[in-house]
């Protein structure tokens, strides 16, 4: 029915509460935005968070965190070293028994080791390298940085040339090290490093060069090194001493859940 002023009044409520409905929608609409303003400015708290300058910040932290690592674990070393020295003095052993945990110390790789080897280092491309062989194509970001299996090329052809001991910058590898790469830094028994990257080995010099030349990973790697410039020295050392590992022994490992 069509009241005076061909107005239709079974249409007027639902305007007005079509329009109650769109001032609660806007109210929302910039209630949401007011809490969205307050959260970046909580995130930011002061700092332009369209800038790169927080990240700074973070790399000084991760240093930081790394230089505390070092002088704890130097303190924790030169306490173990205490503890096993007291040890020893009151255990009672013969001096076979003693040579015999000093040859499995020395096995483990606890213990310090001297004598010739060699050092490898490896080191990133420049960053604005170009390719360096006709026909080969211009280089991906990858291809001009150390990655994870070219560290562990070395260190596995070291170990398969005889090496009686590693040392993978200034930390001894032991059984259970792992050597591994995030982006182009390296984390090694919870310490971080950047590039380069210096492996010394010790053992018979000519068998551990012998093993570099002749791993096929190796092979791939040095590919590279012609083909863009990444860093690649082998030195001869007619006598280092590596360290003997400080860090801890103890092993974690999983175990399974009995079923009832």
Request: proline share 7%.
């Amino acid at each position: 029915m069509t009241g005076a002023g061909g107005t239709s009044p079974a249409r007027t409520p639902s305007r007005g509460r079509r329009a109650a409905g769109l001032r609660v929608l806007s109210g929302a609409v910039f209630a949401l935005a007011g809490l969205i303003f307050w959260t970046s400015f909580d995130t930011a708290k002061g700092v332009d968070i369209r800038s790169d300058d927080p990240l700074p910040k973070l790399s000084d932290n991760v240093r930081s965190k790394n230089a505390q690592n070092e002088k704890l674990e130097k303190q924790v070393a030169g306490v173990r070293a205490d503890v096993d020295r007291l040890t020893r003095q009151g255990s009672g052993l013969s001096p076979a028994e003693r040579r015999h945990i000093e040859d499995l110390e020395k096995a483990a790789g606890t213990a310090p080791l001297t004598g010739p080897g060699l050092q490898v280092t490896l080191n990133d491309a420049p960053p604005d390298a170009t390719a360096l062989v006709p026909g080969v194509p211009d280089p991906q970001p990858n291809d001009l940085v150390i990655h994870q299996q070219d560290l562990q090329a070395v260190v596995n052809a070291l170990w398969q040339g005889g090496a009686q001991g590693i040392r993978v910058m200034d930390q001894r590898l032991i059984s259970t090290s792992a050597v591994r790469c995030v982006g182009n830094t390296l984390i090694l028994q919870g310490r971080v490093y950047s590039p380069p990257y210096r492996i010394t080995a010790v053992g018979d010099q000519d068998k551990l060069r012998h093993a570099l030349d002749t791993s096929p990973a190796i092979t791939n790697y040095l590919q590279y090194v012609r083909a863009y410039g990444l860093g690649w020295k082998v030195a001869t050392q007619h006598r280092t001493t590596l360290p003997g590992y400080d860090g801890s022994v103890g092993l974690s490992y999983a175990q399974p859940v009995q079923q009832p």
